[in-house]
């Protein structure tokens, strides 16, 4: 009986044992020759992130910076201003959703485009519209990256100013030039690591910041004394077009995450969970800083400062929120600037592991960013330049183009491998192609061809729907947005450096 079973156990090829053999190599090797016997290549999929842990991520992109700008905003926009935000929070969660499912696409249409996981966004513009749109898109994703790190130095250390000031009641001041430079080395080293996945310890800490800094403005809101009548000032009119096109770029800027959707996606278990993960985290940051700035503009009105911390009153629970926001801040920069690194680092052919390449071209990046926040005089120019030109098509006008595309490039595969497959087949089954983009239809004897030919025009309606009507209504209201902004833009960018900037005025006193 026995001997029965060895004469029909199937053995494995030549060709099986032989790739078997290939995969072991590396392990006996070291242990043949006793170097390190305890290490295997263990597969980094334990690493990749869950969905909760990429909401943390989320909710660290953003970090508390809507927190700190978005009352002034909104005082500015009067009661208009709370639909113009959910407006634009709404559109780019959609977008959102477009654009990972761009992703999901393309790795069905190629598969290699997983090696090209440092600079996701671009290599599906490749694949849409070829290497011309693709350089584009690459360009503007490290502008945006590289733009958005600044404000978030300069706010830090102003916060940090601001603590000089609060605790010696004005009498003393330490220049926020000198604090960038202090908060620069403070997270040069932590910029050394790597994906966000293995920023996961980082992500949850500046989560709690987070938390914390929640509560303790809250607090101070409460019990902050009103300096008028409520929500003085602030008018029930349409705010002027300018003024609704300035808050729209700065919205774009504070909610843009599009440039590390694609990062976070890649790094994820379960790749089609990142739309949820960005869901959640909007809604959460949206959230809070809505309720935030109600409870300021019902305090203060239209007398809420830039930086909503320069409005409130001396406290200890004030000095604590500004040097966690501070904090908070720099985690926020580091776990952002992520994709550029990784897609200036694929440039120049840097490997995954820490080296010294990779300290040299974060470190030098960190500068620069450092620089510009020392000779800018004015970040809120700068967060609407960088809002309403650079983020724009990122955000409202590439990923309805990409979606659209590389879907019409999904469909037309499906049909060419239908046909291939029944080949000779097709008149004998009447394979009609359409019916590959429509969802199955049960009918029975009973049903008559009325009944469904009206779920068919159902569908195709839906169809149309979802991915003609609302993608290409994104898509012109991006084109439009952009053009008007960039106009506005030319203007601010022509006033940014007309007035030097305060750490250049002391530079030029010391020569």
């Not at 070829?130 to 503007?140: A, D, H, K, Q």
């Not at 000198?178 to 293995?198: A, R």
């Not at 300035?246 to 990062?263: C, E, R």
Request: proline share 5%; net charge positive.
């Amino acid at each position: 009986m026995f001997s029965k079973r060895r004469k029909v156990a199937v053995r494995p090829s030549k060709a099986f044992q032989r790739q078997r053999h290939n995969d072991q190599l590396p392990f006996l090797t070291r242990s043949r020759f006793g170097a390190l016997p305890q290490l295997r290549v263990i597969d980094e999929e334990p690493e990749n992130l869950t969905l909760f842990i990429a909401i943390l991520y989320v909710i660290d992109l953003f970090g508390v910076f809507p927190l700190i700008t978005l009352p002034s905003l909104l005082a500015q926009l009067g009661f208009f201003g709370i639909p113009l935000v959910l407006s634009v929070i709404m559109l780019q969660i959609y977008t959102s959703f477009l654009l990972s499912k761009c992703w999901t696409m393309a790795e069905r249409l190629d598969a290699s485009i997983v090696q090209k996981s440092r600079y996701p966004y671009a290599a599906i513009a490749d694949l849409a519209y070829g290497p011309y749109l693709s350089l584009f898109v690459t360009i503007l994703l490290d502008l945006s990256i590289f733009a958005m790190g600044i404000p978030n130095l300069v706010v830090a250390s102003e916060n940090l100013e601001l603590v000089v000031q609060r605790i010696s009641d004005d009498r003393y001041t330490f220049s926020f030039c000198y604090w960038v430079i202090i908060v620069g080395l403070f997270i040069c080293p932590l910029m050394w690591l790597g994906s966000p996945k293995h920023m996961r310890s980082l992500a949850i800490l500046s989560v709690c910041v987070v938390i914390i800094i929640v509560i303790l403005l809250w607090f101070c809101l409460f019990n902050a004394a009103p300096l008028g009548k409520p929500f003085e000032g602030i008018s029930l009119d349409l705010p002027p077009f300018l003024t609704v096109l300035n808050g729209y770029s700065v919205l774009a800027f504070q909610f843009d995450i599009h440039p590390m959707l694609l990062t976070l996606q890649i790094d994820m278990q379960q790749k089609s969970q990142v739309r949820w993960a960005a869901f959640g985290g909007i809604i959460v940051t949206c959230s809070i800083a809505i309720f935030g700035s109600i409870i300021a503009a019902y305090k203060f009105g239209t007398m809420i400062a830039e930086n909503i911390l320069e409005t409130l009153p001396k406290s200890v629970p004030l000095v604590c929120l500004l040097i966690l926001m501070a904090l908070q801040l720099c985690f926020s920069t580091i776990v952002g600037s992520s994709a550029l690194f990784l897609q200036i680092e694929n440039y120049f052919r840097v490997p995954d592991a820490l080296s010294l390449k990779r300290i040299g071209i974060r470190s030098f990046i960190l500068a620069l960013e450092l620089l510009i926040a020392e000779f800018i005089p004015d970040f809120d120019v700068l967060m609407g330049v960088v809002g309403g030109t650079i983020s724009g098509p990122l955000v409202f006008i590439l990923p309805p183009l990409l979606y659209r595309r590389i879907s019409r490039m999904v469909r037309t595969h499906q049909r060419i491998a239908t046909e291939a497959a029944y080949g000779s087949m097709k008149l004998d089954l009447n394979y009609d192609p359409m019916r590959m983009e429509l969802e199955p239809i049960s009918s029975t004897e009973t049903e008559s061809a009325l009944r469904v030919y009206w779920q068919r025009l159902v569908q195709s309606y839906r169809r149309l729907q979802c991915n003609i009507s609302m993608s290409l209504a994104v898509l012109v209201f991006g084109l439009v947005a952009t053009f008007f902004s960039t106009y506005l833009n030319i203007f601010k960018i022509s006033n940014l450096f007309r007035n030097n900037s305060p750490c250049f005025g002391n530079l030029t006193q010391w020569f």
